[in-house]
């Protein structure tokens, strides 16, 4: 069994930072890539950045030189430092961990971003 959970939404004004945290625990010994996700009301789930194994990113040409990802192999965990957020920015967030020898994904539960005045 494995378990991904998301960590560090919230409210923030246009302009203000968060820092979304994400950890994996359970049944899962390497990690190939852990992703950020992000869904917002009527639309469809689309990726924000992901990150391999050795550090290759990838970023939503919508979030580039504002978000950063990073993870922690040791502690199984992927970052989202987030700034300069806009109201378009308001989302669910969720963070994808796929496993390196059998590929399954894994999915967390999600956790809100509202950006608003």
């Known amino acids: 069994q494995v378990q991904v959970v998301e960590s560090g939404g919230g409210l923030v004004q246009p302009g203000g930072s968060l820092r979304l945290s994400c950890k994996a625990s359970?049944?899962?010994?390497?990690?190939?890539?852990m992703g950020w996700y992000r869904q917002a009301p009527g639309k469809q789930r689309e990726l924000v950045a992901d990150?391999?194994?050795?550090?290759?990113?990838n970023y939503a040409d919508s979030v580039k030189g504002r978000f950063t990802i990073s993870r922690d192999n040791a502690k199984k965990s992927a970052y989202l430092q987030m700034n300069s957020l806009k109201p378009e920015d308001t989302a669910v967030y969720y963070c994808?961990?796929?496993?390196?020898?059998?590929?399954?994904?894994?999915w967390g539960q999600g956790t809100q971003v509202t950006v608003s005045s």
């Open positions: 359970g049944t899962i010994f390497s990690i190939y890539a």
């Open positions: 990150i391999t194994s050795v550090g290759t990113t």
């Open positions: 994808l961990v796929t496993a390196w020898t059998t590929n399954d994904d894994y």
